[in-house]
């Protein structure tokens, strides 16, 4: 566990000193905050709408960090004989492995962080001037004993920030779970592959996650044999993404049960599990020179 430790904690100041880190938090993060300005044409559902465009931002963000950052943190180690120095050392090739999947994750949290704050400074932002606070209300809470000031912030915090904090909270939790999953796979393929391969593999792996649901219903709609079976083996072996993408379900202001989030983070648990069993098996047989 030292080891695990010493490399994530390398890893993670590897990936969060690169200056292209910063960029494109920078750049997510004004794109969240300017997606207000999109919403013209929304009839009267904007902030349902930013809130949407700014999940699915928080996720895509995660992506590009992993596919930019992955190939440089282990292919571009093996390439350049780094990672040669590293396990000629008391260091096992799973402990390699896994100290460079802990740090990258790890590197994710605080951009998530981040553009959820943004995500809910945008929304503040946004619903400022529409928030029903009513005379009767603002009264009941002056009687309670509070200032007018203290009743407003009060109403606000109950009609506001304890709904939309929960809703982004959840959104950025389920973000997280999928690009941990993302992870998993680009630290697995840069472990053999090419940073290209391996960034292509990751690519396509987060396009067919995401749609693997629809694409398995279509194959059983054929009724096809062969085909059906290839489609649910496929649905087994790619993550099905779409159990972390409620963005529909976050634009209306809902919240997901705690059950759900539950099942989500096992789902994620078992799926890294199985990965990396994978992967540590077979790198250990591979040779590094």
Known sequence: MRNIRTLAA???????????????????ALAIFGSKTLT????????NMVREMGMATITFWGFIIIVVTSGLIVTQE????????????????????????????????????????VLFLTLWVM?????????????????????PL????????KQFVLKQSGVVFEGALLSFFQTTILAAAAISFSAFFPTVVSVSATTLVFIL???SSYMVASVE???????????RLGSYLIPNLGYFNLQMYFSEGKIISPRYLGLSFAYTALYVVA?????CSLFRKREVR
């Open 150 to 157: 203290g009743a407003a912030l009060a109403i606000t915090w």
């Open 40 to 47: 013209l044409f929304s009839f009267y559902q904007e902030i």
């Open 221 to 231: 709609n054929l009724k096809a044999g062969p085909l059906s079976f290839l489609g």
């Open 78 to 117: 093996l390439e350049d004989r780094t990672a040669v120095t590293l396990l000629s050392k008391p260091i096992q090739r799973t402990d390699f492995l896994l100290g460079k999947f802990l740090g990258l994750v790890a590197s994710l949290i605080p951009g998530i962080i981040v553009l959820a704050g």
């Open 275 to 279: 990965v990396f069993l994978v992967s």
């Open 209 to 211: 996650g995401n749609v």
């Open 10 to 28: 390398a890893t993670y100041g590897d990936v969060t000193r690169r200056p292209l880190y910063y960029i494109l938090l920078f750049t997510f």
């Open 127 to 147: 619903s400022q001037q529409k928030l029903p606070i009513h005379d009767s209300d603002l009264a009941l809470e002056v009687k309670k004993g509070a200032s």
